[in-house]
């Protein structure tokens, strides 16, 4: 039973003993769509973690390829496509583009951690 | 049929005419692994158009019944929980708490548009 209302902050609790019925049919709803939002990043989080143990798999062929991290044919290639995806999805194009950003700057930050380290530099990819 | 090759970049094309029998190996391997990268980036553009239409509903259920954007309890159960997916997953936790970032600093970016355009406020919802 918690209910705590302040301007700052509302702690919206499906357990909580509100009064209004409007306003309790609201918390109702907000606690179905937060078993949504919260299956939805268990997905993404699954996929993510797969997209990162593909990624370091590129970057150690590249590095021992002797490939140059950059492929800027792809990345051109990967924004485009991001941008088509997001459209078909109903997706803000600048939250796709900005998820991409997300993903390339933390290869590139732990590409750079792994030089840094002494190890190859080339085993993370930073535009797979 | 595209090869080229500096020390700045590397544009692998699996049509390229890579002599090296070993170097035309990863190569094939790497378009086999970025077709993986692809589709895991299908999927989580989609994943992200649903996230933000179940945030909006939220923020719409949240400003109707005069609740504040920021529910902190909500907060801290999310960190827990992306703590724990992302260990289950075998994904960097760090990664993890970067991409709950992103989507909260997100919402809260077109919250604030919406409130500079003079529209409600509470319509777009900080930590749904």
Redesign the interface.
């Known amino acids: 039973m918690?209910k705590?209302?302040?301007?700052?902050?509302?702690?919206?609790?499906a357990e909580g003993d509100w009064q209004d019925p409007?306003?309790a049919d609201?918390?109702a709803?907000?606690a179905q769509?937060?078993q949504?939002?919260?299956n939805?990043?268990?997905?993404?989080?699954?996929?993510?973690?797969?997209?990162?143990?593909?990624?370091a798999?590129?970057g150690v062929?590249?590095a021992?390829?002797?490939?140059?991290p950059?492929?800027?044919?792809?990345e051109e290639f990967?924004l485009e496509?991001?941008r088509r995806?997001?459209a078909a999805?109903?997706?803000?194009p600048q939250?796709?583009e900005?998820?991409?950003d997300?993903v390339v700057t933390?290869a590139k930050k732990r590409h750079k951690r792994i030089a840094d380290a002494g190890d190859d530099p080339g085993v993370l990819d930073v535009f797979?």
Do not use: N, P, W
Request: proline residues 0%; contains cysteine; aromatic residues 8%.
């Open positions: 918690t705590q209302h302040t301007s700052d902050e509302t702690v919206i609790d409007k306003v609201a918390v709803k907000i769509l937060r949504s939002i919260d939805i990043d268990m997905a993404i989080v699954a996929m993510l973690a797969e997209r990162f143990k593909c990624t798999q590129v062929l590249k021992k390829a002797g490939f140059a950059a492929d800027y044919k792809r990967q496509r991001f995806i997001a999805a109903g997706l803000d939250i796709a900005m998820y991409r997300f933390e797979a």
